[in-house]
């Protein structure tokens, strides 16, 4: 059990789901975002901050043994947009580690580093990076900087590639994708518990019946997702017609991101 | 749902175990052979045709937009009896599906295109092409041109190299490429359902302890086999012996094939 | 079912959670070691024998059409200790064997040929071998020496790298190591009898949630072990601390084999 | 040196340019095609053959010790044009070569069995069969037919998948793929005189500046082609532009065969 | 022949020495830095440039059908002296040139982005990343925004990870790493004028002696370079030790930059 | 330059051929065998011992910074006569250097550790161990122990996986795996000057026409044979037929070893 896992980005999506999930695995949250946190519950720290801000990343780290970094922009937007959070902000808060201990840190990555990658190929930790927009490319350099403080420090972090973290899949891409906040619970147990974490490459997905991503490489882990996107397939099925073959949604991994403007 | 599936070599073997298990997937099932298939069932239509015959296969594709292609041998014969059905025959049926649109295909493929792998080799769909006689030559044949209409003319197939088909495993190697007709009913539903095809080769064999295929490259589709052979070998162990270790029922995945004659 | 099965090292660790196990493989069980045996039990022949001495060891595998051969050191010893029973004792089972009719053999190799590989590392039966001391060593040379017989002489031998055969896994380790003796039974019938063995390199270890080593290459052979070490996770939580990422016992496969001292 | 060298196609571009280099290698060289080969010279055997003829085959196998196929088609055309030569003629050939002692075969494969590499692709023997149109498929099937032929008789085939071999290379993707009829004889010299030949894939290309291809897994056949297209360059691009980077001829290793329509 | 070849960071090290030697590639050299350039010669345009400036970026690239990208920081820094011209101005330089219809770029990465890959080890462009400081990762980067842009723009980069071009190796490290400008001159030529470039990943070394990198999966450009360091051997033997075999230039491909502190 | 570099088995084949061409390498030569050595040269020292003598190595390997270990049995034996100097003697070698501060070995290791891969492989230092005998076995055995001691104490060693080292090629088999001495030499050189060797398997073959054997994977060491076995082809051709295509020395890479009976 930890003593005070950190949780960047508490206020967004994935943050939400997880807020009250957490809870076991330390004596005390330290919840962060630039959004509004709510009232702190119990065990509960809020700390709001501004990735971009040094000093202020340096003092949120300060006294945590763990580190969820659910942090910065998830989304598609402007180069000027994402470069505070997402570029500026992990430089921040890698050197925070550094100057704090190395705690262990869970890095929220994205499927979007590889998301020219098309739907009909099994992805393994070693698959080429292949970004489909701003977004994944700046998560490219989060996992650049993961794996030099590794190298050069030993700072241990797991680089997650998150599918999509959701209560429900909602189209039919997301069959494939979905991960369900309980198997992100219990990878974030299995990575804040394992004696040597290193610095691996995992696929954040649930043991969907249509898989794109090989975790086998981590299998030391000993990560088991438990949930199924199939169980959504119907009612997605009723609601929308399935996309045709030679729509981006159908194509490739990345779906809409592959055809989002660049600004 | 399909509107009009085409199923060739509907009198064979695997043609008459799946006959009444496809009707969910096609509103109109359309069965050819050159062998009698009886009287039409609902929703069916009877079309008799020689794969050999350009136009006839030209006007038995007409107005489907699936074809379940298992016709032509599926066993060792002479070359001249496999050159009609199983090489000019498939030419005709891709000439056939590019002038109507071109159908999603599934292919009947054999194991008997890699039957001269040892059984001691697992096998994944990049494995070297080693066919074990005529009749998996011919299927050699028919996978390349399958890979080249998809290169060529965007045409999707799906390659399914076939073990053992049929209610019963009946002998020691069949523990191993058994595929039961409720596994390929599933494959088959796959295949007309998920939204992008491509030109996959996909090992069609049940969920069977003893395994000599990894599908895994095409986890996309999300064909989970459920029976297994191991059922049947109390039976297969009362009823004869096991093969010795140099016999071609041990050594090779074609097993006797491997030791038929050419003519 | 064998007529007569040898098991070397039959008064050691796992020779004993197996004797009685083994039974309903063969109408006689011939034990063998160096050490007290007890009294013959039904369909038992007690037959003591020094691996070192090439006559008794001829005497020995006469007769017999399968070995199990847990014979020899199975700690880091003295290289004088385990220059007779794991080198010269494994030249002369073979040599025996050769000499009998090339009974089938289980050759109990260990995890300590791969000792030196980290426990984040995926090991597949072609892992390059990185022993982790002068056992190791011994059992890279008994390796070596089954596959040359095989390639020889058509010797046919299981390979299988124990990883911990024990009623129970007591350290965090064995949590990833740990073979339970039901599975390993359940293994030696696979071996003795699969059609066509050849000479496979298999890691003997339960369906643990935690995993080092991946099997798929045999997945020939049918072996499916269904215990799995998690149930013990509690225990060892509660009796010890995890180890320090830096530990041996975190980092390496061999754990504290690659520490212990050489002489 | 053999006794009698059968040339299948000797009349096309490739055995008219060899016909004279081949004498040093057999005491008799036996020309056959269907088009005219003039008068015998010295040491030549004329002896017309049409290869869909299986009796007029088998009599030109008789008594040759090697066999250069360069016979059949090596253009795209119709289905029906390729059927005889390229799919009925190397059964024929394999049937032939079988019944009479099994001499070693080159077989005059083709680039176009691969065509749909891109060219920014190093491709070894393991590539994925990408025929660009019928005539590559014909390919794929003899090389099918030579595999088999080789694991069931133990036939020994060199199939060398040529690129352009002439005088000169002509365009930009000639760069790439030009063999010089001298690199050609020496690779057939390799082929029958190295003591064991087995049944391998070569790229047949010389020593190019620009390469798609990589030889190296029949390193052991000795053979070091010695020209380079590069001393055609200036010429071609004086005489011509470089192909636009979206022309297929600057995309595909086939060129202009994969926009070859098909009838 | 091109247009007009902008050559960024052309005041640098390898930009001074390059600056005659590309004369022959386009009728005008637009030459550009922050630094001095001095007088601009025959053929020479002087465009002083800020890369961190994104509209004074896209007038430098309009009107060029050419990019040599040297330009930003090439040793390792702050992070805030970093970000600029290697982060900010690499997205500056890919959003104009979309703009300006995607002339063809080289980018100059870095052998610092797999620098913690030991010396021992013969890297291929699949090598993972392993940057040895935030320079490397900000190169890493640059190759993810290369990469992204070729997928969803078309846009072609030669991704060079250069090891060191000088005139000169002057110590045992460089005497693998080392390009000499005229080699570094012969890939400029070959990635401009081949027809179709792609997004590839190219190692800039010489024909050295000793070797870390291989290049075969780009020899379809043609690329042979023809210096060899060695000649440099004896020299820097007379001048200084080798290094000690666990110093950080003996073991790390990176050399000295994998002990550089971050800041 | 080392200061003493110990040659064991100098003796030998190989140490008869190296003697003189070693002296640049080391101020003394310290020479060991347990046949004659003759008379000390300059700079040379006898020192006889039986490797089997731990004592004696212990003494022998006192004071050297370097050993080029060609001792040992080098043919097919009895496995008592191997035993002590392939076995036990490597021991004592590796315990000496452990206990004489690790100087850099070269182990002569065997083309017979790999001696049942077939003629038209080619192997990498990955391949697959198949030892073609006892001899080849017990070279497995000391290169298991070369790793060892590499992993646990940093003792640096290059296994060299010796073709044949002699002034001619003899042999059609030898045109293939033949060394020149003044090869051997240059690879000596380049071992012992390295700043980092690490403990690599190399092949040690000539630049010869006919390749087995990649060693690209050791390209780091600078290595560069010059001398190829072509040279002696007319003459082998001239003196013997070449093997026919089923002779084991046409089939494995082992040769003649592979038939050696064991004893």
Redesign the interface.
Known sequence: MLERLLVTGAAGGIGTLLRHKLKPLAKTLRLSDVADLGHAGENEEIVPCDLADRRAVRQLVEGCDGILHLGGISLEKS?DTL?GPN??GV?NLY?AA?ACGSPRILFASSNH?TG?H?????LTA?A???????Y??TK??G???A??YH??FGQ?TAIVRIGWCAEEAQD?RKL?IWMSPDDFLSLVTCVF??????C?VIYGVSN?????W?N???????W?PKDNA?KFRDKIDAAMP??????C???YQGGKF?IEP?H
Chains 1, 2, 3, 4, 5, 6 share one sequence.
């Open positions: 180069f470069l570029i500026v430089y050197e550094r580093v020219f098309e739907q009909n190929t099994l070693d080429k990076l292949r970004p489909d927009g701003l994944g490319v490219c350099f996992e650049a900087m794996r030099m190298d050069k241990e039919h494939s518990t394992v004696s040597r974490l290193g691996p969907n019946d249509t898989i794109w090989d086998s490489a981590v299998s030391y882990l000993g088991h199939a399935r996309p045709p073959r030679d729509a949604d159908a194509v592959t660049i």
